[in-house]
């Protein structure tokens, strides 16, 4: 019978998996299924092609098929309905796409700075929307980073739509409702766990932005 290490986490188990959450300069460490089970995405920020965490995500609940409570809706007062979500679909797409992007990007970032940039954003909008200026940045660094990253790529839609046969600029109320979608649908993908990607890892697979290589959107007016 071969011989196993101990587990790098537990120092007790045997180590039967290689984990590409830990070590350096590529280097993997071995570690008990024990600990990989526990570590998954809570105290390990496991890379979204790990074998371990691609069977994992087979198992996990699918909480986006659970109902939510009218009250725990993100912004449950604005109505996004799916004659909205078809009249706008090239927009929901582009910035779908768009904020996997932003968070593939942002180094440490996890589904809840997806959330957080979002909430900002969608503030943002709703000021603009009522008539005042005012900005709202997202608390958390790395959440304010992919918000400046969605940021710029709304601008760079506007910029197209203008440019395209004098198209004019997506209006404030449009852009808001793709936001609070996009958030609704964060909301329900969330799996609890304090590194959770398992949004982001949805939206690249849905969107086909390559891992490691985040592809600039294409624009489709």
Not at 51 to 79: G, M, N, S, W
């Amino acid at each position: 019978m071969s011989a196993h290490p101990l587990c790098k986490i537990c120092g007790v188990r045997r180590a039967r998996r290689a984990c590409p959450g830990l070590g350096t300069a590529g280097a993997t460490e071995m570690i008990c299924s024990t600990c990989c089970g526990e570590g998954r995405e809570a105290t390990i920020s496991c890379p979204l092609d790990c074998e371990f965490l691609r069977q994992a995500r087979i198992h996990e609940v699918p909480r986006e098929y659970k109902p939510i409570a009218a009250e725990e809706t993100v912004h449950a007062d604005i109505e996004v309905t799916e004659d909205f979500l078809l009249e706008h679909e090239a927009l929901a797409g582009f910035l779908g796409m768009s904020l996997a992007k932003a968070g593939l990007e942002t180094r440490g970032a996890v589904d809840r700075d997806l959330a957080g940039a979002l909430d900002a954003l969608i503030r943002t909008y709703r000021t603009l929307h009522s008539g005042l200026v005012y900005e709202t940045r997202a608390e958390d660094r790395i959440a304010a980073e992919v918000q400046s990253r969605l940021e710029r790529s709304i601008a760079e839609w506007q910029r197209a739509r203008s440019e395209k046969q004098g198209l004019s600029a997506s209006r404030p109320a449009e852009i808001i409702g793709v936001l609070v979608f996009l958030a609704r649908m964060a909301a329900r993908f969330e799996n609890g766990r304090p590194r959770g990607r398992r949004y982001m890892d949805y939206l690249r697979v849905e969107f086909s932005v390559p891992y490691g290589e985040a592809e600039a959107p294409r624009l489709i007016v």
